[in-house]
């Protein structure tokens, strides 16, 4: 049973540039989840999808950014034109979830460090 | 909005030096309190959830407790691979994870 798998690991860009993470769930789940996380921070909601519909966008959530999850299996966060605020550890989770009120454990993935200089 | 304050935000301790970290929420409709480990560079790793007060979960030598208002994070002799930064997480009624800022718990032999 593998994990929740992030690409890359990390990534540095220079202000202005497109950059774009990949993140695979756990096989079978449907929920998949975006978070950010800064230095001496938790980590915060971005965005979910379940299976390929995005349900959930944070205020966060500027419109640099954008998600996607085509088939249902892994996403992908784009963000456009990075500015160096956009310096975090993106972090992706997944979980199982059938029917109103279940139990929703997410799991994550070591992360995608990217610096913006 | 929800809200976690965990404390302290660091703590010390030697190795085999017993105590407990706090997580106080505010939440509307609590759905869930979830407790996570961290390692520097990794992301979160599932602890316990709990979803009722008075609940309990033990995992070797932690334990998790949950009352209506806090939770707390007991560690028993802890060793210096428990060293690591514990999160806290709340999900309410809109069912967003809301996390705390963290306790980054040093355990020294």
């Known amino acids: 049973d593998t994990g929740v798998s992030q690409d890359p690991r990390h990534k540095i860009t220079k202000r202005g540039q497109n950059v774009t993470f990949r993140c695979d769930p756990i096989?079978?789940?449907?929920?998949l989840y975006w978070y950010r996380q800064t230095l001496g921070q938790g980590p915060e909601f971005l965005t979910y999808f379940q299976n390929e519909a995005q349900l959930e966008k944070s205020r966060l959530l500027s419109d640099r950014f954008s998600a996607e999850r085509p088939k249902g299996s892994f996403s992908t966060l784009e963000i456009q034109r990075t500015e160096q605020g956009d310096s975090a550890m993106y972090l992706c989770?997944?979980?199982?979830?059938w029917g109103e009120g279940a139990k929703n454990i997410q799991y994550f993935g070591a992360g995608t460090r990217l610096s913006v200089l | 909005e929800d809200q976690v304050t965990q404390s302290p935000e660091a703590l010390r301790l030697q190795e085999g030096e017993s105590s407990s970290l706090n997580c106080s929420y505010t939440v509307s409709g609590l759905r869930g309190l979830f407790w996570y480990r961290q390692d520097p560079g990794k992301g979160p790793e599932f602890l316990f959830t709990l979803y009722s007060a008075g609940e309990e979960k033990e995992k070797e030598r932690l334990k998790a407790t949950l009352t209506k208002k806090e939770s707390f994070l007991h560690i028993t002799a802890p060793k210096p691979e428990d060293s690591a930064t514990y999160l806290c997480?709340?999900?309410?009624?809109?069912?967003?994870?809301?996390f705390g800022a963290g306790t980054r718990l040093t355990v020294k032999p």
């Open positions: 989770a997944s979980s199982l979830v």
């Open positions: 997480a709340v999900r309410g009624s809109n069912n967003d994870m809301r």
């Open positions: 096989s079978e789940h449907n929920r």
